[in-house]
């Protein structure tokens, strides 16, 4: 499945899903039956059905041993929910006058005058943002800006951030019923009600081949890897031994067929901005080069996501501005996907890192 394509560069809240074997159980069946196996559709993505944080099993009919939507109620095979930690590493922001966006253009104009850049790390920073699970309260590890900043005086109608193409996770997930994860002898399963990131690095696109950073034996896929159980990115235990880590998630592919093995590149999908839910902003997404300028050529030259913002509401700088505020949401930023054993039970797959919003004021 390619929910990260159309969640991410449409509607700015993606899935991180990945391609499959379907076993031919009840379960895989009913899940495919009710349309939430590779929809992104408002009755399919969200939370999935919970108290209290710990997500349900269901345990009657077609849908036991399954989890449910839980606005709709349809089964499905992934949960958009609040990660516990994302951390992306960030190398340029800025605000800008004109439309930045060229779906063809070999570089991305972010240069002055039409631009102003708040933000140049060319070695990145690290930003975590936090989510209590708790109060609900998310909290960053600290500011990307610091010190003042000295905007010309104009109109801004649009925003940007370039950001690291691997997103990193670190989640711990509870359920109402013992789940199945990660073993280290590749053919067992962990088992518990618990289940938690353990430092396992997977892709967009489901491949398995070196990627930038990474040797091809230290990506891995289940499914892709003869569904050996030491690539599963989530453990299963009791509660009381979860040691969550952060997960890497490679977004190296914008093609919405990307082949074997990355066989079709396409550094953008689309070519213009689409809505964001909850918010009359738009945005888009490319992949560049680690110059933080050059579009990407190839899965393996894809360093870093040039994430431009519409800005329905343009930052006015005037000579009375004394504020300028970027803030981060990550509500629905985790994917977690599951797999069926072939018995009407699931296997936690992967928490996949989901995209993060943003939001610009000034006063």
Not at 176 to 202: D, L, R
Request: contains cysteine; charged residues 20%.
């Amino acid at each position: 499945m390619y929910k990260f394509i159309k969640l991410f560069f449409t509607t700015l809240v993606l899935s991180f899903s990945i391609n499959i074997v379907v076993h031919a159980d009840t379960l895989s069946d009913a899940i495919d039956a009710e349309g939430c196996a590779d929809s992104d559709t408002a009755a399919c993505a969200g939370e999935c059905t919970q108290t209290s944080n710990v997500i349900t099993i269901a345990t009657t009919g077609n849908d036991a041993g399954g989890v449910t939507d839980a606005d709709s109620g349809n089964l499905k095979n992934y949960c958009n929910e609040k990660p516990d930690e994302y951390r992306i590493t960030f190398y340029k922001a800025g605000l800008c006058k004109t439309d930045i966006l060229d779906a063809n253009a070999t570089s991305n104009p972010t240069a002055a005058p039409n631009c102003y850049n708040f933000f140049v790390d060319s070695d990145g920073k690290a930003i975590s943002l936090q989510h209590d699970t708790d109060s609900g309260a998310i909290t960053q590890s600290e500011s990307l800006i610091s010190g003042a900043l000295n905007f010309q005086l104009g109109t801004y109608n649009y925003a940007y951030v370039i950001v690291d193409n691997h997103l990193e996770i670190k989640h711990e997930q509870t359920f109402s019923k013992a789940m199945k994860g990660y073993h280290v002898n590749g053919a067992s399963f962990s088992s518990g009600v618990t289940c938690w990131t353990n430092g396992v690095v997977t892709t967009y696109t489901n491949a398995t081949d070196a990627q930038r950073g990474y040797t091809a034996t230290q990506v891995k896929s289940y499914g892709e890897d003869s569904s050996a159980t030491d690539s599963i990115a989530m453990t299963c235990g009791d509660t009381v031994d979860a040691t969550p880590v952060f997960n890497t998630e490679i977004i190296e592919n914008m093609a919405d067929d990307p082949g074997d093995e990355n066989a079709n590149f396409e550094a953008i999908f689309g070519s213009t901005y689409q809505s964001i839910p909850g918010s009359s902003d738009k945005g888009a997404g490319k992949l560049l080069q680690d110059d933080d300028l050059t579009t990407a050529t190839n899965h393996l030259n894809a360093a870093r996501i040039f994430y431009p913002i519409q800005l329905s509401n343009p930052i006015i700088v005037s000579p009375d501005t004394t504020t300028f505020e970027m803030s981060f949401g990550i509500s629905g930023s985790v994917s977690i996907d599951f797999t069926t054993d072939g018995s009407d039970n699931l296997i936690n797959l992967k928490a996949g890192a989901d995209p993060f919003t943003m939001k610009f004021t000034s006063n």
